[in-house]
Nanobody, 115 residues
Framework: QVQLVESGGGLVQPGGSLRLSCAAS????????MGWYRQAPGKQRELVAR???????NYADSVKGRFTISRDNAKNTVALQMNSLKPEDTAVYYC?????????WGQGTQVTVSS
């Protein structure tokens, strides 16, 4: 059974940083792409960053240069380092992977950027 568990969210001031982590279990983690998505109130869920098993990355234009996705295959974790946070980054952040055509999601972690 695939499980994804996010952690690391919280309240941060504009310009601050947070590091989100997602721990995966029940899956051969290293062979699948992993992604971070977010959903703000009243908005659709959107892709923030994606990292393939081969190390290729893609980012939403709104976070390029500020966010970095990385993975540790030995620990079955994927992280999202978020710097220079803005109020518009406020959202619930979800970890996701797709295995044999099925999407698996974590429960989400709240990130609030406010002074």
């Amino acid at each position: 059974q695939v499980q994804l568990v996010e952690s690391g969210g919280g309240l941060v001031q504009p310009g601050g940083s947070l590091r989100l982590s997602c721990a995966a279990s029940g899956v051969i983690f290293s062979i699948y792409a992993m992604g971070w998505y977010r959903q703000a109130p009243g908005k659709q869920r959107e892709l923030v960053a994606r990292l393939t098993s081969g190390g290729s990355t893609n980012y939403a234009d709104s976070v390029k240069g500020r966010f970095t996705i990385s993975r540790d295959n030995a620990k079955n974790t994927v992280a999202l380092q978020m710097n220079s946070l803005k109020p518009e980054d406020t959202a619930v952040y979800y970890c996701m992977t797709r295995i044999l055509g099925r999407d698996y999601w974590g429960q989400g972690t709240q990130v609030t950027v406010s002074s």
